[in-house]
């Protein structure tokens, strides 16, 4: 449920369970973190992330947070921690590549990236109260440190769900437009042709300024 596809020294990762909105599992976080720690050595230049069927993702799978096993839950919560901070830790620059829903875990996804466009499509939330769990402080840090303590408070406390220009204007992505697959293109051409330490050290460069 997880696709990993790299092709002219760019990475796509796809997440692929449609029918679910792409909510994410322990087995695809787990599939998730196994392709970030194989990337980490490949001569890419960009890692693309990005949802099949219409959807970035839902968020977590709420039937598996549900289960009646504490243990069983704090180790998906744990994962999916790591994993996130894993995306985060990648030399090469990453791209969050959103179409329609992008929510709770889904948007913790879409934050570790350094650039976020989205389509016109596109809704974003992070209804974790409504549904009795706790967002997570490292993912509440980072919804913080790009949106401010307002904004998110509005996302976390008020529930609110935002439009893709919406989100532009907060500044939880950088970019929306009506075909953000174009977009990402038009980004990842001016990487293709670089040598992969100058883009890295132009990632690092831009990471430390945030």
Not at 93 to 114: M, R, Y
């Amino acid at each position: 449920m997880i696709r990993l596809d790299v092709t002219d020294r760019v990475a796509r990762l796809t997440l692929d369970r449609p029918a679910k909105r792409n909510a994410l599992t322990a087995e695809m976080w787990t599939a998730l973190r196994g392709h970030l720690d194989a990337l980490a050595g490949e001569d890419v230049v960009a890692v693309v992330l990005r949802g099949a069927g219409g959807s970035f993702s839902a968020g977590a799978d709420l039937a598996e947070l549900r289960t009646p096993d504490p243990e069983y839950v704090g180790g998906i919560q744990e994962l999916a921690e790591a994993t996130v901070l894993r995306l985060r830790d990648l030399t090469s620059p990453t791209v969050a590549e959103i179409d329609g829903p992008c929510f709770g875990a889904g948007a913790s996804v879409a934050l570790a990236c350094d650039l976020r466009i989205c389509s016109t499509r596109s809704r974003f939330g992070i209804p974790a109260l409504r549904h009795g769990i706790v967002y997570e402080p490292v993912h509440v840090q980072r919804l913080v440190q790009v949106v401010g303590p307002g904004a998110a408070a509005l996302l976390l406390y008020g529930g609110e769900t935002w439009s893709g220009a919406e989100a532009a204007g907060h500044g939880l992505v950088d970019r929306c437009v009506d075909d953000a697959a174009g977009a990402v293109e038009q980004v990842l051409a001016g990487l293709r042709g670089a040598p992969r330490p100058a883009v890295v050290a132009t990632a690092a460069a831009l990471r430390a300024g945030a």
